[in-house]
């Protein structure tokens, strides 16, 4: 009398839940380039506001900006708990948005801004800046971030749930410096933050 197989669910191993597994690593020496670059970038743009709007300006302004980002973090990180991505690439996501993104956004609005004046001679400067040249040239400089990633560490990339992760914190890390700026400017305008003013 033969013995019949086993039926196919009682032979498989048990499926161990994606949160359990041990983070992937990558190539470290490249990941750790990335994050040095990117972190040399956002100290010469933290200078660059400290001189403009004073040191302690910026600090209030980055406690303030600390809320929002808190709790975007708070969200990608829920996601990422599904199929957790390397700290350094994160931090790498979260600073070239922070940072390269916005210099670049910085250095290139205003000559976008002049080409599109001048494609568009009809158009009003209230509708070139806001509406075309700003998601242009800023989303274009975020979703290079994006595609660094994709190249450097193609090996994380296997799912939508990675672009979600990764592009979240790059448009994170750009919305933190984007909101100091914009208290900032409020600051300044109003004469302090609430009627206080951290000028220093």
């Not at 498989?12 to 040095?36: K, T």
């Not at 990675?162 to 750009?174: K, N, R, S």
């Amino acid at each position: 009398m033969t013995m019949s197989a086993p039926p196919p669910w009682e032979s498989q191993q048990p499926v161990q839940p994606v949160w359990d597994r041990a983070v992937r690593r990558g190539p470290g020496v490249v990941n750790v380039l990335l994050v040095i670059i990117a972190a040399l970038v956002l100290v010469v743009l933290a200078w660059f506001l400290s001189s403009s709007l004073g040191g302690g300006a910026l600090i209030s302004c980055g406690i303030l900006a600390l809320i929002p980002l808190s709790i975007c973090i708070a969200g990608l990180m829920w996601i990422d708990r599904w199929d957790p991505e390397p700290r350094g690439a994160l931090w790498f996501a979260f600073l070239w948005g922070a940072g390269i993104s916005v210099v670049a956004a910085l250095l290139l609005g205003s000559y976008v801004t002049e080409l599109l004046s001048l494609a568009l001679a009809s158009t009003s400067s209230d509708v070139i800046g806001p509406v075309l040249q700003a998601p242009l040239v800023e989303e274009i400089a975020k979703g290079l971030g994006v595609l660094v990633l994709v190249f450097s560490r193609r090996s994380h990339f296997d799912g939508p749930v990675d672009g979600i992760v990764y592009a979240g914190m790059v448009g994170a890390g750009f919305a933190f410096t984007e909101n100091i700026l914009y208290f900032g400017a409020a600051a300044l305008d109003g004469g302090g933050l609430g009627g206080w003013s951290p000028c220093s």
